[in-house]
């Protein structure tokens, strides 16, 4: 029995499907099958239901897979215990937002990569929140506030973020002062976002009225550029915009307070070397403040 055969079984069964288990992976769906069925042969169980609508696993199938998923990964941990110094190999599985990964967070990787040639490295950019377990991530880097959960979350550095809008906007509907008057302007938003402000040595919460919503802060940025509304947004995003002018901060007197970068791992022990060190590598780079200084305050999801 193979313990490729055991890995590839584990993402089947996590995945729901040979389809979905080939893409994780990297391979195809007929190798897939064959290792599939020679472990099958080799139990002499059947370990999936195989129906139109898919795969299910057997009950042989549910009681062999946590222990497929236990021997993979203490074999990973010797083979990572046993390594020379420094030395990563295997597959890592990311997911990293769509409005950040590709530039900030891709070149991360792809150092980690060039250090590292015997790492496979596989990366999913989305603004929706994965799941890590079902889905077979090792980790996902996540902006904001992390509510409570069974994942283990680090945070390896700041954001900051600005209240902006348009000056077409601005000279058509003026701009909020403090943070009651949001309220009486169309903004561009997340759906069912709050929005907080630092006054004083107190954090003011308002929810907005939105009139553009979208669940990617690309598409926000282009709304308030056009001049939709004001806007709620992570500095690094518009901090061009604002150079050029083409945005303007506004209510700078309430500024929000910094949200956190996070590296977020499923629950265990011990996060393996390979999560460890891209923490360490996002930790070297974002570790200082994220563009602006700031007091520090809340985490915020953008």
Same mark, same amino acid.
């Given at each position: ?27 195809? %769906? ?21 129906? #139109? ?17 236990? #021997? ?5 941990? *010797? ?14 599985? *990311? ?7 590709? #530039?900030?967070?891709? &070149? ?21 929140? *994965? ?26 550095? &700041?954001?900051?973020? %600005? ?12 701009? &909020?002062? #403090? ?6 302007? /169309? ?14 040595? %107190? ?30 947004? /992570?500095? /690094? ?51 200082? /403040? ?9 985490? %915020?999801?953008?």
């Amino acid at each position: 029995m193979e313990i490729e055969d055991l890995r590839i079984f584990v993402e089947v069964a996590d995945a729901g499907g040979v389809s979905s288990a080939a893409l994780r992976l990297g391979i195809s %769906k007929s190798m897939v099958s064959r290792r599939i069925t020679r472990l099958e042969d080799q139990l002499g169980a059947q370990l999936f239901a195989r129906t #139109t609508r898919g795969i299910a696993l057997t009950e042989a199938g549910a009681t062999f897979r946590d222990y497929a998923a236990k #021997t993979s990964a203490e074999l990973d941990l *010797v083979r990572e215990t046993i390594l020379p110094a420094g030395e990563l190999r295997g597959r890592m599985r *990311v997911a990293a937002p769509l409005s950040f990964g590709p #530039t900030y967070f891709a &070149p991360i990787l792809s150092q980690m990569a060039s250090r590292h040639p015997q790492l496979q490295i596989l990366s999913s950019y989305t603004d929706r929140f *994965v799941d890590l377990v079902g889905e077979g991530f090792d980790c996902a880097i996540r902006l904001g506030h992390l509510s409570d959960s069974s994942l283990v979350a680090r945070r390896v550095g &700041p954001i900051f973020g %600005k209240l902006v809008a348009s000056p077409a906007y601005i000279e058509a509907h003026g701009a &909020p002062e #403090t943070p009651d008057e949001i309220v009486k302007h /169309p903004v561009v938003m997340r759906d069912a976002e709050v929005w907080q402000f630092i006054d004083g040595d %107190k954090i003011v919460t308002v929810r907005p009225q939105g009139r553009f919503i979208a669940d990617n802060a690309m598409s926000l940025v282009a709304a308030a550029l056009d001049g939709l509304g004001v806007a709620y947004l /992570p500095e /690094p995003l518009v901090a061009d915009h604002i150079s050029s002018g083409a945005l303007v901060p506004i209510m700078t007197c309430h500024p929000i307070p910094p949200a956190g970068i996070f590296v977020v791992r499923p629950p265990g022990q011990y996060p393996s070397r390979k999560v460890r060190t891209l923490t360490e590598m996002l930790v070297e780079r974002f570790g200082t /403040p994220f563009v602006s200084e700031g007091k520090p305050a809340t985490d %915020k999801i953008f």
